[in-house]
């Protein structure tokens, strides 16, 4: 599949080969372990072992990189999984990593408590401060994180500027780029070295599977990250392998529905009393606007808002909502909201990374925009 193909085409057809034995335009789910051999070392296809290699995630890993504008894609059990992947291939004991300070609770948790007692050191920066990411470079610093829009607070960094950071200083960029998708925004093409995702979010869209993903162009650190995706085996099955896949054939005209309803409940939080802050990136008034807009096709479904009366009324709002359904993770077809403080960043309480408490995110769906905006409206009462 050629890459001069319009994303939307890339996304229905890359990575998807019509099965040789059926014709099948899907690709069949390959639920098998291991693979006849044809005389010792006489590999099909290269494949011997499911962990090493399945056709199912073979076809989903073909797709993502040709998404990312990447030379490699991998897919994994989790975006935790590929992230401990990441960061085992890059990291020896002693190197240092500067990371954002809003991010994911579970990136956090990943560095504080994990790779922390293996010896990997961290440093906490602004990222949409490029100055504030230069100033915390050590000269072991080996990586720069980065989430662009960032979970929960919706930060913008500048992929590029950054990028200049890291190749000036010897370090590679990484860029979760899940709230996005590769349908708004390729990291690799503004200078990232690697891409992060959560395809259990927006790729999957459909909150029924679990799964994650890196993206590469550099060829040694593709076959590095191979090589350590196989000695680690946290590999997609084929089933979930299968799910994403599916998913992303509709990821384009989804992220354009979740987009025009997130634009629409931005506006009416911006003109509610009982809302003190909005933090959508499509806002004229957001601090990282002209860069989201100079970076990104659009500026995504992901909405997060401050409750006017504290912690118990924000608390509040996600009790009495009823089509947005109060729950953890986002990018599904159906609306979803959350108290970060008390849910999916809970283990960033107390650190530089504790989100305020009087916050709320949305995970703006596909479902009517008129209906979603009744809901919020009743919901913040």
């Known amino acids: 599949m050629s890459d001069q193909h319009s994303f939307e085409t890339l996304a229905i057809h890359a990575g998807n080969t019509a099965d040789p034995l059926t014709g099948a335009v899907v690709p069949p789910i390959y639920q098998v ?8 070392g006489g590999l099909r296809g290269g494949y011997e072992y499911s962990r090493s290699a399945n056709p199912t995630r073979t076809a989903l890993e073909e797709n993502l990189a040709a998404l990312e ?26 190197d240092h990593v500067v990371i954002p300070n809003d991010a994911y609770g579970g990136t956090f948790r990943l ?22 990411v230069r100033a915390a470079l050590t000269p072991r610093t080996e990586a720069i994180w980065v989430e662009t829009p ?23 960029l990484v860029v979760d780029n899940t709230f ?50 196989n000695a680690m085996g946290a590999v997609a099955g084929p089933f979930d392998a299968w799910l994403v896949l599916r998913g ?33 990136p499509g806002l004229p008034e957001h601090p990282g606007h002209e860069v989201a807009a100079k ?17 118990e009324a924000a608390v509040e709002v996600c009790n009495r909502a009823k089509l947005f359904t109060l ?25 530089p990374l504790e989100v305020p408490a009087d916050l709320v995110r949305l995970s703006v769906g596909i479902e009517n925009g008129d209906d979603l905006i009744a809901d919020l409206t009743q919901a913040l009462g």
């Open 248 to 280: 992303i054939k509709t990821l384009a005209v989804r992220m354009d529905r979740h987009t025009e309803n997130a634009t629409k409940v931005a506006d009416l939080l911006t003109r509610h009393p009982k809302v003190s802050q909005v933090l959508y």
């Open 150 to 172: 960032s979970n929960p607070l919706l930060g913008i960094t500048d992929i590029a500027a950054v990028a200049q950071v890291a190749r000036q200083a010897g370090a590679r």
């Open 111 to 132: 560095f504080a408590k994990v790779a922390s007692r293996w010896g990997v050191e961290f440093s906490v920066a602004d990222t949409s401060d490029v100055a504030a």
């Open 180 to 229: 996005a998708s590769p349908y708004l925004q390729q990291p690799l093409a503004l200078g990232a070295d690697v891409v992060v995702h959560s395809t259990t979010k927006y790729m999957g869209g459909h909150s029924d599977v679990v799964g994650g993903a890196l993206v590469v162009s550099d060829p040694e650190l593709a076959e590095e990250l191979a090589y350590h995706q």
């Open 327 to 351: 729950g953890e993770s986002l990018g599904g077809v159906e609306s979803l909201l959350e108290h970060p403080g008390r849910m999916t960043h809970a283990s960033a309480a107390g650190s």
């Open 33 to 40: 372990s291991t693979y006849k051999q044809d005389g010792v």
């Open 295 to 311: 970076q990104m096709k659009a500026f995504g479904g992901m909405v997060s808002f401050r409750v006017a009366g504290g912690e």
């Open 69 to 94: 504008g990447g030379r490699r894609g991998l897919a994994f059990a989790s975006g935790l999984a590929a992230e401990d992947c990441l960061l085992r291939t890059l990291l020896t004991p002693g």
